[in-house]
């Protein structure tokens, strides 16, 4: 007798995704379950010649030029640099977001393609200056070398922006935004917490854009035992990422993973920045990301969070859907409003 289908969950029955960006998403999840190993390393060579990158273009394409700046060439630490034309033209001091891509602390980079577009649409959208850190990547260099790597780009720009040939006179670190997604907003929210204690001479955050921010713990929250199946997150993955992530000896309920878990670090006596979180009805982390919601709200923190309720994880990598357009929206006003407290 013929097997049946697997049967989808219930709560996927309504998701509905343009074959474009269907197609995407299945290649997406080909890649990476081809080149994770069970041994919890990667086949770079493979991952490489299937992750489509794009050079830096210092001539403007959509408006924005881009410039690859070096950080410390021992950890081939770096970050693209993307300029609005507008910058020139502009008398007014204009922001910095400083953004960590996502891709599971494993995978990816400042030059693949698809956060080659998102950087260079926030960098036109929002006339702001946008550093996409160039990281270094799991299982290779486990935690905490991507939040190190986060810090000295922030003590970089404090300090050593004017070696920077295409820095724009009138970009002002002192109007400073930490971004990110998905393993990106990890870093982005871990970074954040180093920079409350340091000291930086000019350098000053504004705010945090967190867009689904991976995080995780030892429990199975309901969302990710009610999403499974969903588009590109699936337990075996984020496990798999976890483990590629952390040293052998901490476990997934360190304060890295589960920011609001039983580790969590205590922010109350934080200076920390008003926070921008992006939630999506149909990825598996959700509830995780609620929690991390409730935490900065149970520490006295701002916070403002907003939820797509039709949206997968990464959504807004894909310019195709509707919610894209929106979170785009959504950060350009929270910049602006921040800006004008000023």
């Not at 010649?49 to 959509?62: G, I, Q, T, W």
């Not at 410390?72 to 033209?89: G, I, Q």
């Not at 109007?175 to 990106?184: K, Q, T």
């Not at 476990?251 to 109350?268: E, F, M, R």
């Amino acid at each position: 007798m013929a097997s049946k289908p697997p049967q989808q969950p219930p709560h996927l029955k309504t998701l509905s995704l343009p074959f474009r960006t269907r197609i995407t998403v299945s290649l997406l999840n080909f890649i990476t379950d081809t080149v994770r190993r069970n041994n919890g390393t990667v086949n770079r060579r493979v991952f490489n010649l299937l992750d489509r990158r794009v050079a830096a273009n210092s001539s403007p394409s959509r408006g924005v030029s881009s410039h690859d700046v070096s950080v410390n060439p021992s950890k081939n630490l770096w970050f693209r640099l993307f300029v609005p034309r507008t910058a020139a033209a502009s008398g007014d001091s204009m922001p910095v977001i400083v953004f960590f891509h996502g891709g599971g602390f494993a995978f990816l980079s400042a030059s693949s393609f698809a956060y080659d577009a998102v950087c260079r649409r926030f960098a036109g959208k929002m006339n702001a200056v946008v550093c996409s850190v160039e990281y270094r990547l799991a299982p290779e260099h486990k935690f905490p070398a991507q939040y190190d790597d986060g810090l000295d780009v922030l003590n970089f720009l404090d300090k050593r922006r004017h070696e920077i040939d295409a820095w724009p006179n009138n970009a002002d670190v002192s109007r400073c935004f930490i971004a990110g997604d998905s393993a990106g907003g990890n870093i982005s929210h871990n970074v954040t917490v180093s920079a409350c204690t340091s000291r930086f001479s000019n350098l000053k955050i504004l705010g945090l854009i967190n867009i689904q921010p991976f995080f995780g713990g030892k429990e199975r929250v309901e969302s990710e035992k009610d999403l499974e199946g969903a588009p590109i997150v699936s337990v075996t993955r984020t496990e798999w990422m976890w483990k590629a992530f952390l040293p052998s000896d901490l476990d997934t309920d360190h304060w890295a993973v589960n920011v609001s878990g039983p580790n969590a670090v205590d922010l109350k006596g934080y200076d920390f920045p008003e926070t921008l979180l992006f939630i999506g009805g149909f990825d598996p982390l959700k509830d995780w990301q609620r929690r991390y919601y409730e935490l900065l709200r149970g520490c006295g923190k701002e916070v403002k969070l907003v939820e797509y309720s039709n949206a997968i994880h990464a959504f807004y990598v894909f310019p195709e859907l509707p919610e894209a357009s929106l979170l785009f929206n959504e950060v350009k006003d929270f910049i602006t409003k921040k800006l004008s407290k000023l």
